[in-house]
């Protein structure tokens, strides 16, 4: 799979190569072609061999929560018995009691149970993964979790590429002011954090900024207020839209140019008409739904129509979705937004980099590229969505270096 990432209906473009080769060296891909040729290019080249398996760009999850501590099992309990996510929410559980055992836990209670969360994912294929803040809306336990983020960096081997998201939710200090928690967003915490990473991560982008717009939380004018701020300090945007209704968060994404709008299960025609003449990527997220047992999924096909770019994530957290594999959310996606295969993987690879801003170094197999790869364990790539439940990848390469999945 080579090429850029793919709106409309380009998506469905597989761009296989039969009996190919990958050269790799200094942890980038130095050349793709015919095996015969580049075996005898590089006779003197340590060899892979990758007989009757497909190889295929290592996923890239482009919308996590991964940084938290505790579990919210008995939220899962309450939705059986018929709970909804917002009933739950608005009587303390939901975010808030996430926030309450991360601020709670140590840095190093933080980082030991996210590492095994990233670990996980790493073995089911995912190379690099977005990464959110969200579950401390103060000050301290923000810097903890971004501070967790550049920790488990540098242990990897996966890589992560953060997200601050202080707008997840209302905090407890601010109950009933969330015009009051939109200032102080504004004018402490945006630069607070912005001081902070430039202290602490020298030389490396500013993290995305992501907002939850959604009736009850961050409505239309509170996220632009954020969104337009954070702008303008230099963060780049993403944005939790259309999850639960259709507040026009997606054409505000579209409009400000965030990387990528989020969730969009009730997004409108009009608002998925203002994606597709833009930049900004549609990302799915149909672990969600299925996690909450709701009927409705992102629109996908009517993205892809409209001549959009779509893209997969998990979700990973631990209300609604707690969930490490790509390979599920592919499966996923071809059950319940009518996804083909070659569409799903297009979506979970080179698209999924374009959400995250990183499809120029990863996402697909060309010259050039950084060499995170995936051999499989079956010759056909669409056993990814065929199959679920089961973990198809055999062996996992980041950055050239070797990694048997199993063995993880």
Same mark, same amino acid.
Request: charged share 20%.
């Given at each position: 799979?080579?090429?850029?990432?793919?709106?409309?209906?380009?998506?469905?473009?597989?761009?296989?190569?039969?009996?190919?080769?990958?050269?790799?060296?200094?942890?980038?891909?130095?050349?793709?072609?015919?095996?015969?040729?580049?075996?005898?290019?590089?006779?003197?080249?340590?060899?892979?061999?990758?007989?009757?398996?497909?190889?295929?760009?290592?996923?890239?999850?482009?919308?996590?929560?991964?940084?938290?501590?505790?579990?919210?099992?008995?939220?899962?309990?309450?939705?059986?018995?018929?709970?909804?996510?917002?009933?739950?929410?608005?009587?303390?559980?939901?975010?808030?009691?996430?926030?309450?055992?991360?601020?709670?836990?140590?840095?190093?209670?933080?980082?030991?149970?996210?590492?095994?969360?990233?670990?996980?994912?790493?073995?089911?294929?995912?190379?690099?993964?977005?990464?959110?803040?969200?579950?401390?809306?103060?000050?301290?336990?923000?810097?903890?979790?971004?501070?967790?983020?550049?920790?488990?960096?540098?242990?990897?081997?996966?890589?992560?590429?953060?997200?601050?998201?202080?707008?997840?939710?209302?905090?407890?200090?601010?109950?009933?002011?969330?015009?009051?928690?939109?200032?102080?967003?504004?004018?402490?915490?945006?630069?607070?954090?912005?001081?902070?990473?430039?202290?602490?991560?020298?030389?490396?982008?500013?993290?995305?900024?992501?907002?939850?717009?959604?009736?009850?939380?961050?409505?239309?004018?509170?996220?632009?207020?954020?969104?337009?701020?954070?702008?303008?300090?230099?963060?780049?945007?993403?944005?939790?839209?259309?999850?639960?209704?259709?507040?026009?968060? !997606? &054409?505000?994404?579209?409009?400000?140019? +965030?990387? /990528?709008? %989020?969730? =969009? @299960?009730?997004?409108?025609?009009?608002?998925? $008409?203002?994606?597709?003449?833009?930049?900004?990527?549609?990302?799915?997220?149909?672990?969600?739904?299925?996690?909450?047992?709701?009927?409705?999924?992102?629109?996908?096909?009517?993205?892809?129509?409209?001549?959009?770019?779509?893209?997969?994530?998990?979700?990973?957290?631990?209300?609604?979705?707690?969930?490490?594999?790509?390979?599920?959310?592919?499966?996923?996606?071809?059950?319940?937004?009518?996804?083909?295969?070659?569409?799903?993987?297009? !979506? &979970?690879?080179?698209?999924?980099?374009? +959400?995250? /801003?990183? %499809?120029? =170094? @990863?996402?697909?197999?060309?010259?050039?590229? $950084?060499?995170?790869?995936?051999?499989?364990?079956?010759?056909?790539?669409?056993?990814?969505?065929?199959?679920?439940?089961?973990?198809?990848?055999?062996?996992?390469?980041?950055?050239?270096?070797?990694?048997?999945?199993?063995?993880?």
């Amino acid at each position: 799979m080579a090429g850029g990432a793919r709106r409309g209906k380009r998506l469905a473009e597989p761009a296989i190569l039969e009996n190919a080769a990958i050269v790799i060296s200094d942890e980038k891909i130095l050349a793709v072609g015919n095996s015969d040729e580049l075996l005898s290019r590089f006779s003197l080249a340590e060899r892979i061999d990758a007989a009757g398996m497909a190889v295929v760009p290592g996923f890239v999850d482009p919308h996590t929560h991964l940084i938290w501590a505790g579990d919210r099992a008995n939220e899962f309990e309450m939705r059986l018995q018929g709970k909804t996510y917002m009933e739950i929410m608005a009587a303390g559980g939901g975010i808030l009691a996430t926030l309450s055992a991360t601020r709670k836990a140590s840095l190093e209670e933080l980082v030991a149970q996210s590492l095994e969360r990233a670990l996980r994912a790493f073995n089911y294929g995912t190379t690099t993964m977005e990464a959110k803040t969200g579950y401390g809306l103060d000050l301290e336990t923000e810097f903890k979790q971004l501070e967790a983020i550049l920790l488990l960096n540098r242990i990897g081997p996966f890589e992560l590429v953060p997200t601050y998201m202080g707008a997840h939710a209302i905090p407890p200090e601010f109950e009933g002011n969330t015009s009051g928690y939109t200032r102080w967003l504004c004018e402490v915490a945006l630069p607070e954090t912005k001081a902070w990473w430039l202290a602490h991560a020298p030389g490396q982008e500013l993290p995305f900024v992501d907002v939850f717009c959604e009736k009850g939380v961050f409505e239309l004018a509170e996220t632009y207020q954020i969104l337009a701020e954070a702008a303008h300090m230099g963060f780049p945007l993403k944005l939790h839209a259309d999850e639960f209704e259709n507040l026009g968060g !997606a &054409s505000l994404a579209a409009e400000l140019g +965030a990387v /990528s709008a %989020d969730h =969009l @299960v009730k997004t409108s025609l009009e608002d998925i $008409q203002s994606l597709a003449q833009s930049e900004t990527v549609a990302v799915s997220l149909p672990g969600t739904p299925f996690g909450l047992a709701q009927r409705e999924y992102t629109p996908a096909r009517v993205i892809i129509d409209a001549g959009g770019y779509l893209a997969l994530a998990t979700d990973l957290n631990p209300g609604t979705t707690w969930n490490e594999s790509m390979q599920f959310i592919q499966a996923l996606s071809c059950r319940y937004l009518k996804l083909t295969p070659a569409e799903a993987l297009a !979506a &979970s690879t080179i698209n999924s980099a374009k +959400a995250i /801003s990183r %499809d120029a =170094l @990863v996402g697909s197999i060309e010259p050039g590229k $950084q060499a995170d790869l995936l051999i499989l364990t079956v010759d056909d790539y669409r056993n990814l969505s065929y199959r679920y439940g089961t973990n198809l990848v055999d062996t996992v390469i980041k950055k050239g270096e070797l990694y048997r999945s199993n063995s993880l």
